[in-house]
């Protein structure tokens, strides 16, 4: 349904003529072809999105799509791109706090994948205990679970915490998609614990749910990683 509405959006704001619409249409356009797990696509929408955002310094909507072009980097490895994005997203989120919290969060795991380990921890768990915005209550632990998974071997337990307190939030929260996320990272502690049966039993959980948001793509890609296992 998203992806159907933010088609409309572009669509309407393309016949107005109106930048501002522009801006935000593509944005939106963007961030549900993310969500549908389809990068190539997302990606363009979201360069459109900034380009408008720019041009009338549209700073929160240029701060979304900065954020999460910050995310498909991640997500294909570029992590030096996807630090500069998140660090983008940080700067044009000054005002909006919650939203600068969450991409410093994401500029570090970026950083933890370059390798690097001085990263505030005590920092970003405040932050994630703090929250209250269910949106970006949503993204935050998911970041600090990945920094987690990946600085060293000694952060797993943290990483297991973390990943049943979210589990335990999302279902409350109803944020099915994040939810389906969280138990492929789920997926990925197991596997660095050598259970390949609950490594497989917590992706199968992952193509379900994200099959039932119509995240065509996602699925695709973590069933290609279950068959692997």
């Not at 632990?141 to 915490?161: C, G, M, Q, T």
Request: with cysteine.
């Amino acid at each position: 349904m998203a992806s159907q509405t933010s088609e409309d959006a572009v669509r309407l704001a393309e016949e107005s003529g109106d930048i501002y619409s522009k801006a935000m249409a593509y944005t939106v356009r963007g961030t549900s072809f993310y969500g549908k797990g389809y990068l190539d696509e997302s990606i363009g929408h979201l360069l459109k999105g900034i380009e408008f955002c720019e041009r009338i310094n549209l700073a929160l909507w240029n701060s979304v799509a900065q954020s999460f072009i910050a995310e498909i980097y991640y997500e294909i490895g570029e992590y030096q791109n996807s630090k500069n994005h998140y660090e983008k997203a940080a700067e044009q989120s000054e005002d909006f706090r919650s939203w600068m919290y969450c991409n410093k969060i994401g500029v570090a795991k970026a950083k933890v994948m370059m390798g690097e380990k001085d990263i505030d921890l005590d920092l970003f768990y405040s932050f994630v205990a703090t929250e209250k915005i269910k949106f970006i209550d949503a993204w935050m632990p998911r970041y600090l679970i990945e920094i987690l998974l990946n600085i060293d071997d000694r952060h797993l337990s943290k990483a297991e915490v973390w990943i049943k307190k979210t589990i335990k939030a999302h279902k409350i929260n109803g944020m099915k998609w994040h939810l389906g996320g969280v138990y492929a990272l789920n997926a990925d502690f197991f596997r660095r614990k050598g259970d390949q049966s609950k490594a497989k039993k917590n992706l199968s959980k992952t193509i379900e749910i994200f099959r039932q948001c119509g995240a065509d793509g996602w699925v695709v890609k973590y069933e290609k990683e279950l068959a692997e296992l």
